[in-house]
């Protein structure tokens, strides 16, 4: 908890400060933004790891191999590094960059998704015949 108070007081100082900054210098608030980003991401991705691995453990002990959670965290992190990439283009005013990447990011998560459905589909099939 103490990381999304932290999270989010960055968040409104930098929101504060970059409106105040916007006007007259809108290349520093931009940076600054940035930055912010930047750190308020590093601070998730330490908290992720012991996440994944109390989920990774819960998951051996339902007995569901990596085979067939791994393709979803894949997309799972390719769906965020489109989401933050597709706002800081926004940011810019690059809108049309963003929706292409948008487009390219669901392209890439559905293929990594795949092999997923091949397993599920060989376990349909098995459960037919």
């Known amino acids: 908890m103490n990381g999304l108070t ?6 409104l100082l930098t929101l504060v400060l ?5 006007k007259d210098a809108p290349a520093i608030a931009f940076l600054l933004t940035l930055t ?9 991705f330490r908290t992720i790891g012991g996440t994944a691995q109390r989920f990774s453990a819960l998951l051996a002990q339902g007995g569901i191999t990596g085979s067939l959670y791994l393709p979803v965290c894949k997309a799972l992190g390719v769906a965020v590094v489109v989401r933050v990439m597709s706002a800081l283009c926004k ?8 929706a292409k990447l948008e487009i390219a990011g669901a392209v890439l998560a559905l293929s990594l998704c795949l ?3 091949e ?6 099939a098995d459960w037919t015949v």
């Open 6 to 11: 932290a999270a989010c007081g960055l968040a």
């Open 18 to 22: 970059s409106l105040v900054l916007k």
């Open 36 to 44: 912010a980003g930047v750190l308020i991401l590093l601070q998730a």
């Open 91 to 98: 940011d810019a005013g690059q809108s049309a960059l963003a």
């Open 115 to 117: 092999p997923l459905l």
């Open 119 to 124: 397993q599920v589909l060989g376990l349909v």
